[in-house]
């Protein structure tokens, strides 16, 4: 079982860093570009959701990716307060581009799986943290490649 789990994080971690050789973005960014791609003018709390990310681990990728112009972020409407993020040209270059998976191996990998697994995974999942001593809460709200 522990083979298992050593199989999964590492497929994972191959698969960031040969989208990293092959795009120049991180996982992680790749993933975020590939949802505003996908869903124009979400908010940063909304992308957080999404990629089930904490809103600043959101802030601090989405600040990376607009240093590099492959993001814009636009307030329009009455209510200033609110961001919407839009891929730049730049930045739809790079999704086009890049290797697939753009959300990454394992999120893809669990999508693919019926209902019924993913519940009993879960269970299992919560059941092997609740036994564990010592746990990183804040990693669970980490995208994979920052872990």
Not at 55 to 62: G, H, M, R, W
Not at 73 to 102: C, H, I, M, N, Y
Not at 111 to 123: F, G, I, K, T
């Amino acid at each position: 079982m522990l083979q298992k789990f050593r199989l999964v994080f590492k497929s994972a971690q191959k698969h960031f860093h040969w989208v990293e050789r092959q795009c120049g973005v991180s996982g992680a960014q790749l993933w975020a570009l590939w949802e505003l791609c996908e869903t124009p003018g979400l908010r940063v709390s909304e992308l957080a959701r999404v990629m089930s990310i904490h809103q600043s681990t959101a802030s601090n990728l989405l600040d990376k990716l607009e240093q590099r112009k492959l993001i814009r972020r636009e307030r329009k409407g009455p209510d200033q307060r609110v961001v919407r993020l839009f891929a730049t040209p730049a930045g739809l270059a790079v999704v086009s581009r890049a290797p697939r998976p753009a959300r990454g191996v394992l999120p893809d990998a669990l999508s693919q799986l019926p209902e019924s697994d993913l519940r009993a995974l879960d269970a299992s999942l919560n059941a092997l943290v609740n036994l564990m001593r010592i746990r990183d809460e804040k990693a669970a709200m980490m995208p994979l490649s920052e872990i």
